[in-house]
């Protein structure tokens, strides 16, 4: 699974962001999810630190409490694998993000072929996942992807007979068995 974390404080923007990577998503054949979040509040830090799956960030540059820079550097200080797509109006912020050092993948300006942009960040966001270290599973043409640095064990349900991926804070239920598993 691929969750997109999405912060814009304009909320029919925001709608825009998500409808975009529904339209590309759907698409696709595995899970993902969407986390929206209109500012970098308390509720959105505290999420940062609830991170099972691989993520991509879409960041606004711009929301009332604070500068999504400054939230680029809290999420590298535990996260340096996930993608961060920044959107913004202020063009003339560029300069200023790439001297901050974070790493991102993409900086989109709103009013300039934005869809098209964020079309092609999001494409390229979801390349370099693929070429992370993830255990992927392909079942019942659903496909699950889980970061080998958030599973914490693999077990078997001799009951249900189906295998289970211990993260922290959840257990995700295949039908695969341990030896197809280990194969993959």
Request: aromatic letters at 10%; glycine letters at 4%; proline letters at 2%.
């Amino acid at each position: 699974m691929v969750e997109f974390i999405i912060c814009d404080d304009d909320k029919r923007f925001l709608e825009k962001v998500v409808n975009v990577v529904n339209k590309i998503m759907l698409k696709k054949d595995f899970e993902y999810s969407i986390s929206k979040f209109d500012d970098y509040d308390s509720k959105f830090i505290k999420y940062l630190s609830k991170k099972e799956n691989p993520r991509i960030y879409i960041l606004d540059i711009e929301t009332p409490s604070r500068s999504g820079i400054n939230v680029g550097k809290v999420i590298r200080k535990d996260d340096i694998e996930s993608p961060i797509i920044y959107l913004t109006g202020h063009e003339e912020l560029g300069n200023l993000l790439l001297r901050k050092d974070i790493n991102f993948m993409s900086f989109i300006n709103k009013f300039e072929g934005f869809e098209n942009r964020l079309n092609k960040g999001i494409e390229n966001s979801l390349n370099s996942l693929g070429k992370k270290k993830f255990l992927e599973i392909k079942d019942k043409k659903v496909c699950y992807r889980f970061s080998l640095n958030n599973i914490l064990y693999i077990t078997r349900d001799s009951v249900e007979r189906k295998t289970l991926i211990h993260t922290e804070g959840n257990v995700h239920s295949v039908n695969k068995s341990l030896t197809d598993i280990a194969n993959l």
